[in-house]
């Protein structure tokens, strides 16, 4: 099992920036990618941005240029550094990881940004 612990959502200015943090805890050794999906009030949830065990990252044409994904180390922690936010960015932020054939999510933290 993984356990995700993550923080750092909140409410923000339109324009300004928040840094979401994800820590991961227990069966961590075989993780191979993490990363942050949202989702909005009535939509599905989707991918945000991902980063590999090897550090390679994915991230969605909406948040290109403006959100970074980085880890702390290969599979323990992971941030989402988010800038020019934007009212469209608000949802709820769920960290995942995914093990082989296993795919884990923290609880979710909400980030609502203001006009």
């Known amino acids: 099992q993984v356990q995700l612990v993550e923080s750092g959502g909140g409410l923000v200015q339109a324009g300004g920036s928040l840094r979401l943090s994800c820590a991961a805890s227990?069966?961590?050794?075989?993780?191979?990618?993490m990363g942050w999906y949202r989702q909005a009030p009535g939509k599905q949830r989707e991918l945000a941005a991902t980063?590999?065990?090897?550090?390679?990252?994915n991230y969605a044409d909406s948040v290109k240029g403006r959100f970074t994904i980085s880890r702390a180390n290969a599979r323990n922690t992971v941030y989402l550094q988010m800038n020019s936010l934007k009212p469209e960015d608000t949802a709820v932020y769920y960290c995942?990881?995914?093990?082989?054939?296993?795919?884990?999510w923290g609880q979710g933290t909400q980030v609502t940004v203001s006009s």
């Open positions: 227990g069966s961590i050794f075989s993780i191979n990618e």
């Open positions: 980063i590999t065990s090897s550090g390679r990252t």
């Open positions: 995942n990881a995914k093990r082989p054939y296993l795919n884990y």
